[in-house]
């Protein structure tokens, strides 16, 4: 029987020039709206899902995502 393997792969490129950014926005949360760049989301090397968005606030949502999703497995057992 032949096995089956899965891969999930995370691919991104920065389009938003970091000049582009003023220094002192440089730490401010709602910067993160400016910074764009390419997702690419394959799984088994196929592209699910490639676009041009926020990079740092989808990064963002994930691991408020992710977080979430942690708290509610130990809830369960």
Not at 15 to 37: C, M, N, Q, Y
């Amino acid at each position: 029987m032949e096995k089956l393997s899965n891969s999930v792969e995370f691919e991104y490129q920065f389009t938003t020039d970091k000049d582009s950014i003023p220094f002192d926005l440089r730490h401010s949360p709602a910067i993160a709206l400016r910074v764009e760049g390419i997702l690419t989301i394959k799984i088994n090397n196929d592209i699910y899902f490639q676009a041009d968005i926020a990079l740092l606030e989808f990064y963002l949502y994930l691991l408020k995502w992710g977080q979430t999703n942690k708290q509610k497995r130990w809830s369960r057992t």
